[in-house]
């Protein structure tokens, strides 16, 4: 185990992230965005703004992902 100088720093920020998407996944991102749209009775949103929450709610209902990290792992 290494030894370093700081302790872990609190992330409480956003942190920005740059990617590229497959043109298919952004085709279904927009098309996502419509029907959730026509759903709520809202304007469809820009497909960029349901990455966030897709991702929240791909973890929150993670099964394997929630044991994992109940799970202690070695140090």
């Known amino acids: ?4 100088k700081l302790s872990p720093i609190a992330d409480d920020r956003p942190v920005k ?3 590229e998407l497959p043109a298919s996944l952004h ?3 927009k ?5 959730l749209g026509r759903e709520s009775g809202q304007p469809a949103t820009e497909p960029v703004r ?3 929450p897709m991702l929240q709610r791909f973890i ?4 394997g ?3 994992a990290r109940r799970t202690p792992h070695p140090s």
């Open 17 to 19: 992230v740059t990617l």
């Open 27 to 29: 085709r279904d991102l």
């Open 31 to 35: 098309t996502y965005a419509d029907v």
């Open 65 to 67: 992902f929630a044991k």
């Open 1 to 4: 185990m290494i030894k370093l």
């Open 50 to 52: 349901l990455i966030v």
């Open 60 to 63: 929150e209902t993670d099964r």
